[in-house]
């Protein structure tokens, strides 16, 4: 699929390039190690991928930090159909291992009003992980409706509905190798 074909598909413009989402999340993969080593973090890390939409980011995100880690995966809903968010948070399926004392990173696509990430991490930090920090894709400021602190930005991008490098519409998209605008996206 490309994006010419955005007639039928609704795709819009390229935002993120394969190459640019490489080189990126390579910067990402360095900084945590040096981070964790820094601290002198013995334990292993465990890397929490939120599920759907950060399958692809975390993928790559492991293989671009060099030591040790772990990884598990939490479902949540926070949207329904199209691209306005609900406001309500539920947890859908949870981490398959216990992450009291572990060091949690949690690996997310996109951060929007910020309501999913603030109430995941209020859910893991009543775990007691020893430290507990969040690594994004994509940062949606603009739109935010919460304070949160988020350790790990990939791009900070302007307010339009994004999909594609597991990102979806409709359960559609997530399959490009890049991250584009969805055609109507701008006005919202
Ligand atoms: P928040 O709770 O508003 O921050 O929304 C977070 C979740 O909404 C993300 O994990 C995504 O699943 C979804 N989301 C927010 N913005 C977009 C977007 O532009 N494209 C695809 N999914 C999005």
Same mark, same amino acid.
């Given at each position: 699929? !490309?994006? %010419?074909?955005? !007639?039928?598909?609704?795709?819009? &413009? $390229?935002?993120?390039?394969?190459?640019?989402? #490489?080189?990126?999340?390579?910067?990402? /993969?360095?900084?945590?190690?040096?981070?964790?080593?820094?601290? /002198?973090?013995?334990?292993?890390?465990?890397?929490?991928?939120?599920?759907? @939409?950060?399958? =692809?980011?975390?993928?790559? +995100?492991? &293989? %671009?930090?060099?030591? #040790?880690?772990?990884?598990?995966?939490?479902?949540?809903?926070?949207? @329904?159909?199209?691209?306005?968010? !609900?406001?309500?948070?539920?947890?859908?399926?949870?981490? %398959?291992?216990?992450?009291?004392?572990?060091?949690?990173?949690? $690996?997310?696509?996109?951060?929007?009003?910020? =309501?999913?990430?603030?109430?995941?991490?209020?859910?893991? !930090?009543? &775990?007691? *992980?020893?430290?507990?920090?969040?690594?994004? +894709?994509?940062?949606?400021?603009?739109?935010?409706?919460?304070?949160?602190?988020?350790?790990?930005?990939?791009?900070?991008?302007?307010? $339009?509905?994004?999909? /594609?490098?597991?990102?979806?519409?409709?359960?559609?998209?997530?399959?490009? *190798?890049?991250?584009?605008?969805?055609?109507?996206? @701008?006005?919202?």
């Amino acid at each position: 699929m !490309s994006p %010419s074909d955005k !007639s039928e598909t609704r795709l819009g &413009r $390229v935002l993120i390039t394969e190459a640019e989402l #490489d080189a990126r999340i390579h910067d990402l /993969g360095q900084a945590i190690a040096r981070d964790y080593a820094k601290e /002198g973090e013995t334990e292993r890390p465990i890397l929490v991928g939120v599920l759907q @939409g950060a399958f =692809l980011f975390m993928a790559d +995100l492991i &293989r %671009s930090i060099p030591m #040790d880690v772990s990884t598990d995966f939490i479902s949540l809903a926070s949207y @329904g159909a199209g691209t306005s968010p !609900s406001g309500v948070v539920r947890l859908q399926s949870d981490l %398959s291992v216990s992450i009291e004392r572990r060091p949690v990173l949690i $690996v997310e696509d996109i951060v929007d009003t910020g =309501l999913t990430m603030s109430y995941l991490k209020r859910a893991l !930090s009543a &775990r007691h *992980p020893r430290s507990l920090r969040v690594c994004v +894709l994509l940062d949606k400021i603009e739109r935010r409706q919460v304070e949160l602190d988020v350790d790990y930005i990939g791009f900070t991008i302007p307010n $339009v509905f994004v999909v /594609g490098y597991g990102m979806d519409w409709n359960g559609r998209y997530r399959n490009l *190798p890049y991250v584009a605008a969805l055609d109507d996206s @701008g006005g919202r």
